[in-house]
């Protein structure tokens, strides 16, 4: 089993760009698919981005676009590039890591993205 840990949130005004990243370790990293979810205050936790083991990729329709999901199995990372930020993209934005879809077997612990 993995274990993850996120850095990078922040806030930014809207039309920003921020990089999420997510330190993954443990073994077996690379035939993980790996997800990015968001909770939005009062809301209920969202998938925003999947990326399985070879490197396809998917978005929900809000973010299709303006966020890049990517992985790098040597370094054990994966990251969420988030370009033209919006104030609906508000959340607690977690990465997750799974052997099958939808890629949420673990988690981290989270970390704030606030636009405003």
């Known amino acids: 089993q993995v274990q993850l840990v996120e850095s990078g949130g922040g806030s930014v005004q809207a039309g920003g760009s921020l990089r999420l990243s997510c330190a993954v370790s443990?073994?077996?990293?690379?035939?993980?698919?790996m997800a990015w979810f968001r909770q939005a205050p009062e809301k209920e936790r969202e998938a925003v981005a999947f990326i399985d083991s070879i490197y396809r990729t998917s978005y929900t329709d809000s973010v299709r676009g303006r966020f890049k999901i990517s992985r790098d199995n040597a370094k054990n990372t994966l990251s969420l590039q988030m370009n033209n930020l919006k104030p609906e993209d508000t959340a607690m934005y977690y990465c997750?890591?799974?052997?099958?879809?939808?890629?949420?077997?673990?988690w981290g612990q989270g970390t704030q993205v606030t636009v405003s």
């Open positions: 997750a890591a799974g052997e099958t879809l939808p890629c949420s077997s673990v």
């Open positions: 443990g073994r077996g990293y690379s035939r993980y698919c």
